[in-house]
């Protein structure tokens, strides 16, 4: 059974800083990609970075303040949020997707709150 553990949310305020972590166990299947999505009240989950078969990909709104980063070796991924902004608040989801042969199944933690103070 694929375990995503997350860390890393808060309560911080405009301009801050927060850190999340997320690291994957319980599978032996290759990592093909890992990343965080987020999920604000009445709205629809989205990407936020993503980082598959080494290529990094971002969202708009986040580029320039947001970083990912992966330890392959610990099978974690990082997330280095800088200049937060109130619309960053939402709850912050890892996703990871394995690969097995041609087939690639995605998994979701348990997700994470961040709250942006204005």
């Known amino acids: 059974q694929v375990q995503l553990v997350e860390s890393g949310g808060g309560l911080v305020q405009t301009g801050g800083s927060l850190r999340l972590s997320c690291t994957a166990s319980?599978?032996?299947?290759?990592?093909?990609?890992m990343g965080w999505h987020r999920q604000a009240p009445g709205m629809q989950r989205e990407l936020v970075a993503m980082?598959?078969?080494?290529?990094?990909n971002y969202a708009d709104s986040v580029k320039g303040r947001f970083t990912i980063s992966r330890d392959n070796a610990k099978n974690t991924v990082y997330l280095q949020m800088n200049s937060l902004k109130p619309e960053d608040t939402a709850v912050y989801y890892c996703?990871?997707?394995?690969?097995?042969?041609?087939?690639?199944?995605?998994?979701w933690g348990q997700g994470t709150q961040v709250t942006v103070s204005s």
């Open positions: 996703r990871t997707t394995l690969r097995d042969g041609s087939s690639v199944f995605g998994y």
């Open positions: 319980g599978s032996r299947l290759s990592i093909n990609g």
């Open positions: 980082i598959t078969n080494g290529i990094t």
